[in-house]
């Protein structure tokens, strides 16, 4: 646990020295993403080793204290969190122009590993309202374009966040306990937990833009500096989904899984539909990644709704592996994407004709990154998705999900494609004054990583799904 | 030498000698009928048969029916050759003109060694589109429509035998030797395919029509060989591939009176005919009917299928001997002037073909004539003298024909040379019935009294109707005989394939009305995200809330 | 993951060109002769590479390489008699289109990116061609789309984007519905490796529905790129793309990899008595005859060189499609070998199509008047190739033709012999005019449209740049060869015979 907890203080501490001396920034913040990797890994061998771990603080007994529980999963996310961290800021820290990005950085940093530790639901409810009070000043970071989706995206979460808290209390107020551990095992299906339960999970889709409560996110997103964007995409709205999984999976009473599952089901494949749809119809670069990131999430959707409905361990591994793939892949794009569209000074997809002689390396990494968004063998994002299609199979009355699953990977090939295509046009191509070759190979990085995830698949998928609960 | 290289060198030596002509392009020529001997030698001394290693069952030889057309091909190509090679026309042969017709006799030599299905069907293939190349080189708008309908009905008939060999090929079991498939049953389609697919190589009516065309299009050594020995292939291939047992049962009739029109109708179409190629073009067509009559003959007597073969052997060497002679003779008419000399050797062949005694003719139609006692077509003895008359008067047209088609004045005096193989193709049809053994028999029933009178009666008779007919000219429109149904098709084949009809266009949509339609719809749902999502929020609530409570 | 030379030797024949085709990514526009070294050297190692192959499988070893992968379907490398017939065509074709492209592209741009791609296109073909499982498989089939898709796009201009997305379309919508029909054969009966006579047999008591269904979408997926209809779209609108690439891509690597998927699907993953029990094989033989009429009924009406070239592939690659889906013995060899012919006689079609359009500007069929005197040897080239593709004795295409006659005759399907019969006219009628125009026809007065002189500093025939015209020749020397002596033991016929010996033993 100690490794963790370490993990958690670096990013702190570190944000919060630059708050006080924002100079240097990009390097403390490199530095410590790495030390804070070095911790998250450390503390995910010991959790293999050893076993689950918790910390209660303060010295209080079980049903009064805060607790701080570590699992292998938790682990993993710590670790995926830092590794994260570490590119986008390797990746920023040579085109950085606005100070204040690091300090806010690490402080998201900090949350999102308090997030991933977090053990009871009122901490998870302290953490996600940290998470979004970053997050809003993160993308607030841009100027005066990005002040009203910023303030929308602020009014949402608040309204999201009185959701989840009035959950809660209903929760608390039934049950008595906040620890999801012990509530676990107290959950009966009774109208109120019921109540509980959808409205804490409405108030999770509306932060973690999940289909239909999702219209804050391309904006905001697009808007946003380039690193902003890839943090927000890749980390910040894993972490309610990551708690919604959990509500779902290990508090919710065994009457309302089915129904449960069946609305997120539903939802996700929405998700991948309308979101491909808009992705691939909208004009300008990274409301096109931000709506990919909508589309991509309604396989986490999609998969948390079928382990739900069928108890099936693949579709939590493939869910996992989605959020980890997803991260990489949105990270590449993202950056790849802001490469390209400073290069070329201009935000709209058109701007982007004959990038692959001007900017080549950029655009490889948009074109692998979007690879594996599409779900092409042997990347990351295929091993999830072939998990989440196996099962789809079994059974007859499934199948129509796995052709919802083809429609959704022929349209985000429709989107990604739309933009390879652009940039192998010669007959008019867009002026390209400066190239930075390391912006672009750093791009490249994390796009390299989630097809390198091919090379361990194998120990990676049979280890998830013995860890997976 | 125990002669396995004889085979491959009867079918290589013909590819090879092309290459003669690149290095000595003046005088190759002149010796290129070299390469005939030794299909020649082959015929006369045949070695035992070969497996070859080239496509699947390709296995090379001769039984005594191969011999026989072996000779005679070879026989009648070597003479052409000749002729060709020492000819000096106004326009010159040409490398692409050699090319075409050493592939032709390769192809030629190969479909008769082949003892395989699948070899003779590569010789067919071969020898049918070179020909083309022989017929159409020339260029100009009549080899070229010549031409035209020749390849198509060659692609058709290659086409047609290729269904029939793979017919046949199920029938007997996938054997790949010919040898067996004489024994095995085939059905009436496969019959009818094949006979199709040969029948327009044979010149049968009603597939006839190329013939009349492609004949005066060409060059006359191309017609000797075409005449004399490819008509001759396609009888070949229909005797080996279709079994002993008569596989069209009731229809036999139905052949034999094609077979019967062929022969007549003709006869009746080259009469009024001006070109001397065209007429013996017709000739040629009769003669196909009897041929496919001796085909439907032997088919009513299984039993005595040998002496019907044989008899479709000396048919055949009859005719590819006389034909070929006659065409050569027909060259030679309109390059020079003829002596009297050459006149005389002309009219050889001519009574050979109208069945005057002591010549081929005579003993061949003695010999149909006894064989139709104890078929059921004993009563179509009288339909063979009045074929024979038919005959006769058709060689004399073309005699008459040829008589006018001679260049005014003075000509080059021919090569003595060049003429030497067509002097030994007439002379020949004499000397066969003397040495050829097979012929004994018929020759000796051809010298009774009473044949000889029948015979040379009907010559001389059909000499009288000449003579009046040249006396009294009738004029006879030639047109109905010209036109035919499968020219209409030809032509419009030509057509299809110049001109096709283009493809439609497809659908295409109103991109900017559907364009417009979707920016309405964004700018509807992107006013105010707050309120919406709000308000689906409290939606949802509402909704779900009901399903799940 | 064994170390013998059994086990590398596979994965080193797809490294062979990978590694070349990344190094030569890096290369400058101007490293002319580093790039061409680069190139002819992977061709000949992998040529090197594939014959010791062959020579260790004739004395007995098994050539395997594994990887893992997904749980029960590692990646599976294995060299079997079927593998190293596709292997052994793509090596040789691939050598003598690197060839043709550096003389096709001499003054071209974006060589370094085109020759990069080219050699990963042959790398993922050649893993096709080896893999030993559908996981794979797949694999490959999905990286051959994306290496082949900056190809098709190369000249960049709006037609050529266009024919690229339409190919994407395409290729993604069928790498999508193979995927869907592999991961639904792996939830009900894991992934074997390809074997004789399929895995799927103890399967079919429960599950032949899902067997059906997975079928059938399998030979969608397949299907996109065998270009069967009506998914043959993308085919005639890739025509853009350069010579070599129609040429790599119509003859060997695209089209062949799609029809090699459904050989594979039908002889090694289900197996001849589960088709014949659940009568799968009669949908895909009337999808293939009715592409075989279609596919040269369309090519009569093209007036564009490649396009009636690229019609023209579509109605003969269906014949393999054809040959397998009779079901039978011999017609499964005649697929086999027409495999071979077909690629060795479309490949020096393209040659020459893209000889007659670089030399002479010549695209159209109307402009081929008199090609004949002008480009004898590429014409001859030509003119043999199309005789053998109308079926014509004795080149390869009769070989095929023969034996896909007498498969349909073995299962009593004598109406195939008629699509083969209807086909064979076809072709003649839209291949025998332009053999007729070549030779038989003057030019046009006005000259060729855009006849152009090459400088180079090797021997310069008189008809054009000697590497676009010695390719042409070769490989025409090749399908006549192949035709000719198909009863000898080394001909892609005995080659055939030998692969279906082994799959229809009882």
């Given at each position: 646990?100690?490794?963790?907890?370490?993990?958690?203080?670096?990013?702190?501490?570190?944000?919060?020295?630059?708050?006080?001396?924002?100079?240097?920034?990009?390097?403390?913040?490199?530095?410590?993403?790495?030390?804070?990797?070095?911790?998250?890994?450390?503390?995910?061998?010991?959790?293999?080793?050893?076993?689950?771990?918790?910390?209660?603080?303060?010295?209080?007994?079980?049903?009064?204290?805060?607790?701080?529980?570590?699992?292998?999963?938790?682990?993993?996310?710590?670790?995926?969190?830092?590794?994260?961290?570490?590119?986008?800021?390797?990746?920023?820290?040579?085109?950085?122009?606005?100070?204040?990005?690091?300090a806010?950085?690490?402080?998201l940093?900090?949350t999102?590993a308090?997030?991933?530790?977090?053990?009871?639901?009122?901490?998870?409810?302290?953490?996600?309202?940290?998470?979004?009070?970053?997050?809003?000043?993160?993308?607030?970071?841009?100027?005066k374009?990005?002040?009203?989706?910023?303030?929308?995206?602020?009014?949402l979460?608040?309204?999201?966040?009185?959701?989840?808290?009035?959950?809660?209390?209903?929760?608390?107020?039934?049950?008595?306990?906040?620890?999801?551990?012990?509530?676990?095992?107290m959950?009966?299906?009774?109208?109120?937990t019921?109540?509980?339960?959808?409205?804490?999970?409405?108030?999770?889709?509306?932060?973690?833009?999940?289909?239909?409560?999702?219209?804050?996110?391309?904006?905001?997103?697009?808007?946003?500096?380039?690193?902003?964007?890839?943090?927000?995409?890749?980390?910040?709205?894993?972490?309610?989904?990551?708690?919604?999984?959990?509500?779902?999976?290990?508090?919710?009473?065994?009457?309302?899984?089915?129904?449960?599952?069946?609305?997120?089901?539903?939802?996700?494949?929405?998700?991948?539909?309308?979101?491909?749809?808009?992705?691939?119809?909208?004009?300008?670069?990274?409301?096109?990644?931000?709506?990919?990131?909508?589309?991509?999430?309604?396989?986490?959707?999609?998969?948390?709704?079928?382990?739900?409905?069928?108890?099936?361990?693949?579709?939590?591994?493939?869910l996992?592996?989605?959020?980890?793939?997803?991260?990489?892949?949105?990270?590449?794009?993202?950056?790849?994407?802001?490469?390209?569209?400073?290069?070329?000074?201009?935000?709209?997809?058109?701007?982007?004709?004959?990038?692959?002689q001007?900017?080549p390396?950029?655009?490889?990494?948009?074109?692998?990154?979007?690879?594996?968004?599409?779900?092409?063998?042997?990347?990351?994002?295929?091993?999830?998705?072939?998990?989440?299609?196996?099962?789809?199979?079994y059974d007859?009355?499934?199948?129509?999900?796995?052709?919802?699953?083809?429609?959704?990977?022929?349209?985000?090939?429709?989107?990604?494609?739309?933009?390879?295509?652009?940039?192998?046009?010669?007959?008019?191509?867009?002026?390209?004054?400066?190239?930075?070759?390391?912006?672009?190979?750093?791009?490249?990085?994390?796009?390299?990583?989630?097809?390198?995830?091919?090379?361990?698949?194998?120990?990676?998928?049979?280890?998830?799904?013995?860890?997976?609960? | 030498?125990?002669?396995?290289?004889?085979?491959?060198?009867?079918?290589?030596?013909?590819?090879?000698?092309?290459?003669?002509?690149?290095?000595?392009?003046?005088?190759?020529?002149?010796?290129?009928?070299l390469?005939?001997?030794?299909?020649l030698?082959?015929?006369?001394?045949?070695?035992?048969?070969?497996?070859?290693?080239?496509?699947?069952?390709?296995?090379?030889?001769?039984?005594?029916?191969?011999?026989?057309?072996?000779?005679?091909?070879?026989?009648?190509?070597?003479?052409?050759?000749?002729?060709?090679?020492?000819?000096?026309?106004?326009?010159?042969?040409?490398?692409?003109?050699?090319?075409?017709?050493?592939?032709?006799?390769?192809?030629?030599?190969?479909?008769?060694?082949?003892?395989d299905?699948?070899g003779?069907?590569?010789?067919y293939?071969?020898?049918?589109?070179?020909?083309?190349?022989?017929?159409?080189?020339?260029?100009?708008?009549?080899?070229?429509?010549?031409?035209r309908?020749?390849?198509?009905?060659?692609?058709?008939?290659?086409?047609?035998?290729?269904?029939?060999?793979?017919?046949?090929?199920?029938?007997?079991?996938?054997?790949?030797?010919?040898?067996?498939?004489?024994?095995?049953?085939?059905?009436?389609?496969?019959?009818?395919?094949?006979?199709?697919?040969?029948?327009i190589?044979?010149?049968?009516?009603?597939?006839?029509?190329?013939?009349?065309?492609?004949?005066?299009?060409?060059?006359?050594?191309?017609?000797?060989?075409?005449?004399?020995?490819?008509?001759?292939?396609?009888?070949?291939?229909?005797?080996?591939?279709?079994?002993?047992?008569?596989?069209?049962?009731?229809?036999?009739?139905?052949?034999?009176?094609?077979?019967?029109?062929?022969?007549?109708y003709?006869?009746?179409?080259?009469?009024?005919?001006?070109?001397s190629?065209?007429?013996?073009?017709?000739?040629?067509?009769?003669q196909?009917?009897?041929?496919?009559?001796?085909?439907?003959?032997a088919?009513?007597?299984?039993?005595?299928?040998?002496?019907?073969?044989?008899?479709?052997?000396?048919?055949?060497?009859?005719?590819?001997?006389?034909?070929?002679?006659?065409?050569?003779?027909?060259?030679?008419?309109?390059?020079?002037?003829?002596?009297?000399?050459?006149?005389?050797?002309?009219?050889?062949?001519?009574?050979?073909?109208?069945?005057?005694?002591?010549?081929t003719?005579?003993?061949?139609?003695?010999?149909?004539?006894?064989?139709?006692?104890?078929?059921?077509?004993?009563?179509?003895?009288?339909?063979?003298?009045?074929?024979?008359?038919?005959?006769?008067?058709?060689?004399?047209?073309?005699?008459?024909?040829?008589?006018?088609?001679?260049?005014?004045?003075?000509?080059?005096?021919?090569?003595?040379?060049?003429?030497?193989?067509?002097?030994?193709?007439?002379?020949?049809?004499?000397?066969?019935?003397?040495?050829?053994?097979?012929?004994?028999?018929?020759?000796?029933?051809?010298?009774?009294?009473?044949?000889?009178l029948?015979?040379?009666?009907?010559?001389?008779?059909a000499?009288?109707?000449?003579?009046?007919?040249?006396?009294?000219?009738?004029?006879?429109?030639?047109?109905?005989?010209?036109?035919?149904?499968?020219?209409?098709?030809?032509?419009?084949?030509?057509?299809?394939?110049?001109?096709?009809?283009?493809?439609?266009?497809?659908?295409?949509?109103?991109?900017l009305?559907?364009?417009?339609?979707?920016?309405?719809?964004?700018?509807?749902?992107?006013?105010?995200?707050?309120?919406?999502?709000?308000?689906?929020?409290?939606?949802?609530?509402?909704?779900?809330?009901?399903?799940?409570? | 993951?064994?170390?013998?030379?059994?086990?590398?030797?596979?994965?080193?024949?797809?490294?062979?060109?990978?590694?070349?085709?990344?190094?030569?990514?890096?290369?400058?526009?101007?490293?002319?002769?580093?790039?061409?070294?680069?190139?002819?050297?992977?061709?000949?190692?992998?040529?090197?590479?594939?014959?010791?192959?062959?020579?260790?499988?004739?004395?007995?070893?098994?050539?395997?390489?594994e990887?893992?992968?997904?749980?029960?379907?590692?990646?599976?490398?294995?060299?079997?008699?079927?593998?190293?017939?596709?292997?052994?065509?793509?090596?040789?074709?691939?050598?003598?289109?690197?060839?043709?492209?550096?003389?096709?592209?001499?003054?071209?741009?974006?060589?370094?990116?085109?020759f990069?791609?080219?050699?990963?296109?042959?790398?993922?073909?050649?893993?096709?061609?080896?893999?030993?499982?559908?996981?794979?498989?797949?694999?490959?089939?999905?990286?051959?789309?994306?290496?082949?898709?900056?190809?098709?796009?190369h000249?960049?201009?709006?037609?050529?984007?266009?024919?690229?997305?339409?190919?994407?379309?395409?290729?993604?919508?069928?790498?999508?519905?193979?995927?869907?029909?592999?991961?639904?054969?792996?939830?009900?009966?894991?992934?074997?490796?390809?074997?004789?006579?399929?895995?799927?047999?103890?399967?079919?008591?429960?599950?032949?529905?899902?067997?059906?269904?997975?079928?059938?979408?399998?030979?969608?997926?397949?299907?996109?790129?065998?270009?069967?209809?009506?998914?043959?779209?993308?085919?005639p609108?890739?025509?853009?793309?350069?010579?070599?690439?129609?040429?790599?891509?119509?003859?060997?690597?695209?089209?062949?990899?799609?029809?090699?998927?459904?050989?594979?699907?039908?002889?090694?993953?289900?197996?001849?008595?589960?088709?014949?029990?659940?009568?799968?094989?009669?949908?895909?033989?009337?999808?293939?005859?009715?592409?075989?009429?279609?596919?040269?009924?369309?090519?009569?009406?093209?007036?564009?060189?490649?396009?009636?070239?690229?019609?023209?592939?579509?109605?003969?690659?269906?014949?393999?499609?054809?040959?397998?889906?009779?079901?039978?013995?011999?017609a499964?060899?005649?697929?086999?070998?027409?495999?071979?012919h077909?690629?060795?006689?479309?490949?020096?079609?393209?040659?020459?199509?893209?000889?007659f359009?670089?030399?002479?500007?010549?695209?159209?069929?109307?402009?081929?008047?008199?090609?004949?005197?002008?480009?004898?040897?590429?014409?001859?080239?030509?003119t043999?190739?199309?005789?053998?593709?109308?079926?014509?004795?004795?080149?390869?295409?009769?070989?095929?033709?023969?034996?896909?006659?007498?498969?349909?005759?073995?299962?009593?399907?004598?109406?195939?012999?008629?699509?083969?019969?209807?086909?064979?006219?076809?072709?003649?009628?839209?291949?025998?005019?332009?053999?007729?125009?070549?030779?038989?026809?003057?030019?046009?007065?006005?000259?060729?449209?855009?006849?152009?002189?090459?400088?180079?500093?090797?021997?310069?025939?008189?008809?054009?740049?000697?590497?676009?015209?010695?390719?042409?020749?070769?490989?025409?020397?090749?399908?006549?060869?192949?035709?000719?002596?198909?009863?000898?033991?080394?001909?892609?016929?005995?080659?055939?015979?030998?692969?279906?010996?082994?799959?229809?033993?009882?």
């Amino acid at each position: 646990m100690n490794f963790a907890l370490v993990s958690l203080s670096i990013p702190l501490f570190t944000g919060l020295l630059l708050l006080m001396i924002p100079r240097y920034g990009g390097p403390w913040v490199v530095l410590s993403s790495t030390l804070s990797l070095a911790a998250a890994v450390a503390s995910l061998v010991e959790v293999v080793d050893s076993g689950n771990q918790a910390v209660l603080l303060g010295g209080w007994p079980e049903l009064l204290a805060i607790r701080l529980h570590l699992e292998p999963i938790n682990a993993l996310l710590l670790a995926f969190t830092a590794l994260i961290q570490l590119l986008v800021s390797l990746y920023w820290s040579r085109n950085c122009r606005n100070d204040g990005f690091w300090a806010l950085a690490s402080l998201l940093h900090a949350t999102l590993a308090a997030l991933w530790l977090s053990g009871d639901l009122f901490n998870w409810y302290v953490t996600l309202e940290l998470l979004s009070l970053v997050s809003v000043s993160m993308v607030a970071l841009a100027g005066k374009d990005s002040i009203k989706p910023a303030l929308n995206y602020l009014f949402l979460s608040l309204l999201a966040s009185l959701c989840y808290l009035l959950g809660v209390a209903i929760i608390y107020g039934r049950y008595g306990v906040l620890d999801f551990q012990i509530l676990s095992r107290m959950t009966v299906g009774d109208t109120s937990t019921a109540m509980a339960m959808l409205l804490m999970t409405l108030g999770l889709m509306v932060k973690g833009a999940l289909w239909p409560l999702h219209l804050w996110l391309p904006p905001a997103h697009s808007r946003a500096p380039t690193a902003v964007s890839a943090l927000l995409s890749a980390l910040v709205v894993k972490g309610p989904l990551f708690i919604l999984t959990l509500l779902w999976t290990r508090m919710a009473p065994m009457e309302l899984t089915d129904k449960g599952g069946e609305f997120l089901a539903v939802m996700g494949v929405f998700a991948l539909l309308v979101g491909g749809w808009c992705s691939f119809r909208t004009p300008l670069l990274k409301e096109m990644v931000a709506y990919s990131t909508v589309a991509q999430l309604g396989y986490v959707m999609l998969a948390l709704g079928l382990m739900l409905q069928w108890q099936l361990r693949e579709t939590l591994v493939a869910l996992w592996l989605f959020v980890l793939a997803h991260g990489l892949a949105k990270t590449s794009m993202f950056l790849a994407a802001g490469e390209m569209q400073r290069i070329f000074g201009n935000k709209r997809v058109t701007a982007l004709r004959g990038a692959s002689q001007t900017a080549p390396v950029a655009m490889f990494a948009f074109a692998v990154a979007g690879g594996s968004l599409i779900g092409l063998p042997p990347s990351g994002g295929f091993l999830a998705k072939w998990l989440l299609l196996e099962p789809l199979f079994y059974d007859l009355q499934r199948w129509p999900l796995a052709f919802a699953v083809l429609l959704s990977t022929l349209v985000s090939a429709a989107y990604v494609f739309r933009i390879v295509t652009l940039a192998f046009d010669r007959a008019e191509r867009g002026q390209a004054p400066s190239r930075d070759r390391v912006s672009e190979w750093l791009a490249l990085l994390p796009a390299l990583l989630v097809w390198g995830m091919a090379l361990v698949s194998e120990p990676l998928i049979l280890w998830l799904t013995r860890v997976a609960q | 030498m125990n002669g396995t290289l004889l085979w491959p060198a009867v079918v290589a030596t013909p590819l090879l000698a092309y290459f003669s002509l690149y290095r000595w392009p003046e005088t190759a020529p002149r010796w290129l009928w070299l390469c005939c001997l030794p299909a020649l030698a082959a015929a006369v001394w045949p070695p035992p048969a070969l497996d070859i290693p080239l496509w699947p069952g390709a296995r090379w030889g001769a039984d005594d029916m191969r011999r026989g057309f072996l000779a005679f091909s070879a026989l009648v190509w070597l003479a052409s050759t000749l002729y060709a090679g020492r000819d000096r026309p106004a326009v010159p042969y040409g490398k692409w003109f050699w090319l075409a017709w050493l592939l032709t006799l390769t192809g030629n030599l190969l479909i008769v060694i082949s003892l395989d299905a699948a070899g003779l069907y590569v010789g067919y293939a071969v020898m049918s589109l070179s020909a083309y190349i022989l017929i159409a080189h020339g260029g100009g708008k009549i080899p070229r429509r010549g031409g035209r309908i020749y390849l198509q009905l060659a692609i058709v008939s290659e086409l047609l035998i290729f269904s029939g060999l793979i017919f046949r090929f199920g029938e007997t079991g996938f054997a790949l030797e010919l040898l067996h498939w004489r024994r095995a049953p085939a059905a009436p389609l496969t019959a009818l395919l094949l006979l199709a697919g040969f029948g327009i190589k044979l010149g049968v009516w009603p597939l006839h029509f190329w013939m009349p065309l492609a004949y005066p299009a060409s060059r006359p050594v191309v017609c000797a060989v075409l005449s004399g020995t490819m008509m001759k292939t396609a009888i070949l291939g229909l005797w080996t591939f279709l079994p002993a047992e008569n596989p069209l049962a009731e229809w036999t009739h139905w052949l034999m009176a094609v077979a019967v029109i062929s022969a007549f109708y003709a006869v009746v179409a080259g009469l009024p005919q001006k070109d001397s190629r065209k007429v013996l073009a017709y000739s040629s067509i009769s003669q196909a009917g009897y041929l496919l009559a001796i085909v439907a003959l032997a088919w009513q007597q299984p039993e005595h299928r040998s002496q019907w073969g044989i008899l479709l052997l000396m048919w055949t060497v009859h005719h590819g001997l006389a034909k070929g002679a006659l065409f050569l003779g027909a060259g030679l008419a309109r390059a020079q002037r003829l002596q009297p000399a050459h006149w005389l050797i002309l009219a050889i062949p001519a009574l050979a073909m109208a069945g005057f005694p002591l010549t081929t003719g005579a003993v061949v139609k003695t010999a149909l004539e006894e064989g139709l006692t104890g078929t059921p077509y004993t009563s179509f003895s009288a339909l063979l003298l009045a074929g024979s008359l038919a005959t006769g008067l058709l060689v004399l047209r073309a005699l008459w024909r040829m008589y006018h088609s001679q260049p005014t004045g003075d000509a080059d005096k021919f090569a003595a040379g060049g003429v030497a193989g067509w002097i030994i193709l007439s002379l020949m049809v004499l000397v066969l019935p003397w040495c050829w053994p097979l012929m004994d028999q018929p020759f000796a029933a051809s010298l009774k009294t009473g044949k000889i009178l029948s015979s040379a009666g009907l010559v001389l008779l059909a000499v009288a109707i000449a003579t009046i007919a040249v006396k009294f000219p009738i004029s006879v429109s030639r047109r109905s005989f010209n036109r035919h149904p499968g020219m209409v098709v030809s032509r419009f084949i030509k057509a299809l394939i110049d001109d096709p009809p283009l493809p439609t266009p497809s659908f295409s949509p109103d991109r900017l009305w559907w364009r417009d339609r979707e920016r309405h719809w964004n700018r509807f749902w992107r006013r105010d995200a707050v309120s919406f999502t709000a308000l689906t929020l409290g939606l949802l609530l509402l909704a779900v809330g009901i399903w799940w409570l | 993951m064994s170390l013998s030379w059994t086990g590398i030797l596979p994965l080193a024949v797809v490294l062979s060109s990978l590694v070349p085709g990344l190094l030569i990514f890096t290369l400058r526009e101007d490293q002319q002769q580093l790039r061409t070294f680069l190139n002819l050297l992977g061709a000949v190692i992998k040529l090197v590479l594939v014959a010791l192959m062959l020579y260790g499988v004739s004395q007995g070893a098994v050539f395997r390489f594994e990887f893992p992968f997904l749980p029960e379907a590692g990646i599976l490398l294995h060299g079997d008699a079927l593998s190293l017939q596709f292997v052994s065509l793509s090596s040789v074709l691939w050598l003598a289109t690197t060839v043709y492209a550096i003389g096709y592209l001499e003054g071209a741009a974006l060589k370094s990116r085109f020759f990069g791609y080219f050699s990963l296109c042959v790398s993922a073909t050649v893993g096709l061609a080896l893999a030993g499982n559908l996981v794979t498989f797949l694999l490959f089939y999905e990286l051959l789309t994306l290496a082949t898709f900056p190809l098709v796009v190369h000249t960049g201009t709006p037609e050529a984007l266009r024919a690229g997305r339409v190919y994407l379309a395409y290729t993604l919508g069928g790498g999508a519905l193979a995927l869907m029909g592999i991961a639904l054969l792996h939830s009900i009966g894991g992934t074997e490796s390809f074997t004789t006579g399929g895995y799927l047999a103890p399967l079919m008591a429960e599950h032949s529905a899902s067997l059906m269904l997975a079928f059938g979408l399998l030979v969608a997926g397949f299907g996109v790129k065998a270009a069967l209809i009506p998914l043959h779209g993308w085919l005639p609108m890739a025509m853009v793309a350069p010579a070599p690439v129609s040429a790599l891509l119509h003859a060997v690597a695209v089209v062949k990899a799609g029809v090699f998927g459904l050989v594979r699907l039908v002889y090694n993953v289900y197996g001849v008595d589960v088709m014949d029990a659940l009568h799968l094989n009669d949908p895909l033989l009337w999808v293939a005859s009715a592409t075989i009429i279609y596919g040269s009924l369309r090519a009569l009406t093209q007036t564009n060189l490649k396009k009636r070239l690229a019609y023209s592939t579509v109605s003969q690659v269906s014949y393999i499609a054809f040959g397998v889906g009779l079901l039978g013995p011999l017609a499964a060899a005649g697929a086999l070998a027409h495999l071979v012919h077909q690629g060795l006689m479309k490949v020096t079609l393209f040659y020459c199509a893209g000889a007659f359009a670089q030399t002479l500007g010549v695209h159209r069929v109307q402009e081929m008047n008199g090609l004949g005197k002008r480009m004898p040897a590429t014409m001859a080239a030509f003119t043999v190739c199309a005789l053998g593709m109308i079926g014509i004795p004795p080149m390869a295409g009769f070989i095929s033709k023969w034996y896909l006659g007498l498969g349909a005759l073995q299962v009593n399907k004598e109406w195939g012999l008629a699509v083969l019969v209807i086909s064979a006219l076809l072709n003649a009628a839209y291949f025998l005019p332009l053999i007729y125009r070549g030779w038989f026809s003057a030019p046009g007065k006005e000259g060729w449209p855009a006849e152009k002189t090459f400088q180079t500093r090797l021997t310069r025939l008189p008809e054009s740049h000697w590497m676009l015209v010695v390719p042409c020749l070769f490989t025409a020397m090749l399908s006549l060869l192949a035709g000719l002596f198909a009863a000898s033991d080394l001909s892609p016929l005995a080659w055939g015979l030998l692969i279906v010996d082994r799959e229809f033993q009882p």
